[in-house]
């Protein structure tokens, strides 16, 4: 499990599934993937296949910070993750 404090924009501390860096480092909790991947019904290929792309969307300068957002990284990263099938 990654833990970290986030920005000064937020106050909230805690465990975490991905942890992405400007310089282009993405760290995953395989951990967190185990879990996630058995909650939502993913193998863990899968489950980590989506970190790797949620990462780099975000050193794309995506973010997923509201609703909307999310929505947005979320549609994204469905269709690359489609297309890599």
Do not use: C, W
Not at 34 to 49: D, H, I, M, P, T
């Amino acid at each position: 499990m990654l833990l970290h404090k986030n920005s000064a924009q937020e106050a909230d501390a805690g465990p975490t599934d991905v942890l992405t860096f400007h310089h282009g480092e993405i760290f995953i909790s395989v951990e967190m993937a185990k879990r996630q991947a058995r909650v939502f019904g993913n193998s863990l290929v899968r489950e980590l296949q989506l970190y790797i792309v949620h990462g780099l969307l975000h050193l794309h300068g995506f973010d997923d910070h509201t609703p909307a957002e999310a929505r947005k990284m979320e549609e994204i990263q469905e269709k690359i993750l489609n297309r890599a099938r």
